[in-house]
């Protein structure tokens, strides 16, 4: 049977988010540019078929509207600090000394535009409209219950085979990522990113993905038999916990002390979920969460060396990390209501950096994701924004009591969302787009399963199929 149009775009949609990783964490502007475009086009072609009629959106809006709505106006508030053409006494005054040096030649609208930088401002609107499009797509595609756990197995072997690549590339010491020579973190697992830290944030979300199913696999049934036991350890689980250690040795072997502890963070909140959502008995909880971190521990003392001598010689960068964050908190309280605009932390930070920060590094991020977006958009956006998160996560911590089944997809979203907000406080993983486009689709799968099918929309069997092909 041809696959219904909702099967065949969130197929679409899973390959766009899985191979975000390749071109090195999509965080290059044709790549970035490349996973806007096709989120875009599935948005068309999504929107274009419940027009036609061959599709069905299961979420209603009266169940999306509190985060469409926050979402929206974090989006149009950057695209006023952005365009210019604003109240004078709200832009930058940088503009006035742009105005008087160029005169004519200062584009419109520059003089009075709150960010400091408009360019990279669209930029960044281009990318987080693309991820609020993931979430868009992954609600309303992740509501059948199918593709919920099509999307975590096809980010689990995807975590996985990009773990592989890092890993056989790490003990060949070849140093290489993809055809190019690494320019930097040289000993580092990087996988298809640049960055240690970011490739450990993803490995991370991954490895929750790959922990939950197999934890699934070994939850309690009503009558349960020895060989019943020994089918779901070596059938449904075994994939699964192999798959745990090849990520978790990566990750491992990643040297980031940040993305490590994120990790613990998110299986922490994994278990608990499992445990809440009544996935796992409290015993059994116990039990799981004592063996991951045995075999965690192990695979520490085999291969921990690397992180635990970054571990033991990073005074000097805890300094640094210091007087970073005090500078970004500097700025911040210097337009602590409407920020600087989205994505002109590069440009703010240049025009603040004093001699305290002596390293000669360029600071692309303000390693603070949370910070950053203070500096960028101000206090009442950054709410608004962390609102619309807070909206996702408590409906997908009610699903875990409600739902009688499936509460593996909003115990995932949840554990995702803390790895990558802890880590968010000293790096910046999740602000590359492959990292972010993931975590937008596990939130929307998990938000579109926290609710029974008795109380909401089901999937509709009439979704009209592609036309079998004549020849």
Not at 178 to 201: C, E, I, P, Q
Not at 441 to 450: F, M, P
Request: aromatic content about 10%; hydrophobic content about 55%.
């Amino acid at each position: 049977m041809a696959p219904s149009y909702n099967s065949a775009l969130f197929r679409w949609l899973l390959l766009v988010v899985v191979l975000a990783p390749l071109p090195l964490g999509s965080h290059r502007p044709w790549a970035w540019s490349l996973l806007a475009t096709a989120v875009g086009l599935l948005l068309v072609i999504w929107g274009a078929g419940v027009l036609l009629g061959r599709a069905r959106a299961p979420v209603s809006l009266g169940r999306l509207w509190p985060v469409a709505l926050a979402f929206v106006t974090v989006l149009l508030w950057a695209v006023f600090q952005t365009a210019g053409g604003g109240w004078a006494d709200l832009h930058h005054p940088i503009w006035d000394e742009a105005a008087t040096a160029l005169g004519p030649q200062l584009p419109i609208g520059r003089n009075s535009a709150i960010s400091m930088d408009p360019t990279a401002g669209w930029t960044a609107l281009l990318k987080l409209t693309a991820y609020g499009g993931i979430f868009w797509l992954a609600t309303q595609l992740g509501r059948d219950r199918l593709r919920a756990r099509q999307a975590v197995i096809a980010t689990t072997v995807a975590a996985i085979a990009y773990s592989t690549y890092g890993l056989v590339v790490h003990f060949s010491g070849w140093d290489t990522i993809l055809w190019m020579k690494k320019w930097a973190y040289l000993g580092d697992l990087t996988a298809t990113f640049v960055n240690r830290n970011a490739f450990g944030g993803y490995a991370g979300v991954g490895l929750l993905c790959c922990l939950a199913l197999a934890m699934h696999g070994l939850r309690p049934r009503e009558e349960r038999r020895a060989h019943d036991l020994a089918e779901d350890l070596l059938v449904r689980a075994a994939p699964f916990i192999v798959g745990s250690l090849v990520i978790g040795l990566a990750l491992l072997l990643s040297h980031s002390r940040g993305a490590l502890a994120a990790s613990l963070i998110g299986i922490l909140t994994l278990v608990a979920c499992f445990a809440v959502g009544r996935l796992l008995r409290p015993k059994a909880a116990v039990v799981a969460l004592a063996l991951i971190v045995a075999a965690g521990v192990v695979s520490f003392l085999l291969y921990g060396d690397g992180t635990l001598m970054r571990a033991l010689t990073a005074n000097d960068e805890f300094a640094d990390r210091e007087n970073l964050y005090r500078v970004v908190m500097a700025a911040i309280g210097d337009a602590p209501l409407t920020g600087f605009g989205l994505g002109s932390f590069p440009a703010v930070f240049a025009l603040y950096r004093d001699g305290t920060l002596l390293a000669p590094v360029t600071y692309e991020f303000a390693h603070s994701v949370h910070l950053e977006l203070l500096l960028e958009l101000g206090w009442p956006a950054t709410a608004l924004l962390y609102f619309a998160f807070a909206w996702i996560l408590g409906t997908c911590v009610a699903g875990l009591f409600r739902r009688q089944r499936d509460q593996l997809y909003p115990a995932i979203a949840i554990a995702s969302a803390a790895l990558l907000g802890a880590h968010g406080v000293v790096d910046f993983s999740v602000q590359m787009p492959a990292t972010a486009a993931l975590l937008a689709l596990l939130l929307g799968v998990g938000y579109a399963q926290s609710w029974s099918t008795g109380g909401h929309v089901a999937p509709s069997p009439a979704e009209q199929p592609f036309p079998a092909s004549s020849g």
